[in-house]
């Protein structure tokens, strides 16, 4: 297992968005948007894997894990019929 990275827009810093996962599961992982607050910048960077990589436990550790949030949706409305 290896952790997903991603790299700050603001500082340029490396960090890990507080996923571990392995080679083969990675590249199937879909292209969808993530959000997450960057523990390098503090404030919140839209990512996706496809945007991303794995850091190899041979180089250094990056920066603490981004801290995940998630969006609340609104409840859909169904409209009352007459």
């Known amino acids: 297992m290896e952790p997903i990275v991603i790299r700050c827009p603001?500082?340029?810093?490396?960090?890990?968005?507080?996923?571990?996962?392995?080679?083969?599961?990675?590249?199937t992982l879909?292209?969808?948007s993530l959000v997450a607050?960057?523990?390098r910048c503090g404030q919140q960077h839209e990512w996706s894997p496809a945007r991303a990589k794995l850091r190899s436990f041979g180089r250094a550790r990056?920066?603490?894990p981004?801290?995940?949030?998630?969006?609340?949706?609104r409840p859909m409305r169904v409209p009352e019929t007459v």
Request: hydrophobic share 35%.
């Open 10 to 27: 603001k500082t340029g810093a490396e960090v890990e968005v507080g996923i571990e996962t392995d080679r083969d599961t990675f590249s």
């Open 30 to 32: 879909p292209d969808i």
């Open 37 to 39: 607050v960057c523990p």
């Open 62 to 64: 990056a920066e603490r």
């Open 66 to 73: 981004f801290e995940l949030i998630t969006i609340p949706r």
